[in-house]
């Protein structure tokens, strides 16, 4: 995969990408495995959520938004690995995975979404920029910070720097 920090990578297999993202949060894997599996958490960066702790429960995203995402849990490791089968209308039928592990003072998380539709890719990459540094904000200032960039701008920037063709940039 092409990394290009602060951005996320992306590799294509025909017509489906897989994306990776990677950040380093200053708390310990608890507090991030927190944020990323307690519903309330949940809310306060990525929108209304359901979440059954185990196996085959399901974790549910973004049910307030226009573009739900509707899964179920394929690993639940507190607090080192989530994955979770992923479905909405930009994705679905695809894969995500949360794996953290303590680095220094802090918290390293690698995060991957396998199986995005080629034609989606500027839609996702951008939108989980964002919700990245808006994970960062809530875990280290306690609330969601101003991204410098809006999700369009970001998407912008996404285009400009891989080799999107035929893309759709309209939610």
């Known amino acids: ?19 990776r993202f990677e950040r380093f949060y200053p708390r310990s894997p608890e507090k991030v495995w927190s944020a990323l599996t307690d519903p309330a958490r949940l809310h306060d960066w990525m929108g209304a959520a359901h979440v059954e702790p185990f196996v085959g ?3 549910e995203l973004m049910l307030d938004g226009p573009n739900p995402m509707l899964g179920r ?3 639940w490791e507190p607090p080192h690995i989530l994955a979770f089968a992923w479905s909405n209308a930009h994705a679905p039928d695809s894969t995500a995975r949360y794996q953290l592990s303590r680095t220094g003072d ?3 998380l690698i ?3 396998e199986g995005v539709p080629h034609a989606h890719s500027a839609l996702m990459l951008p939108g989980w920029h964002l919700f990245f540094e808006r994970l960062g904000g809530l875990l280290v200032e306690a609330a969601i910070r101003q991204s410098k960039h809006s999700w369009r701008e ?6 400009e720097h891989y080799p999107f ?3 759709t940039l309209d939610p």
Request: charged share 30%; net charge negative; hydrophobic share 35%.
């Open 73 to 75: 849990i394929t690993i």
């Open 154 to 159: 970001l998407q912008a920037i996404y285009v």
């Open 1 to 19: 995969m092409t990394q290009l920090e602060p951005l996320g990578a992306y590799e294509r297999r025909d017509d489906r990408v897989d994306l």
């Open 106 to 108: 802090g918290t390293r």
């Open 111 to 113: 995060f991957t979404h």
């Open 165 to 167: 063709e035929g893309l």
């Open 57 to 59: 429960g399901r974790y």
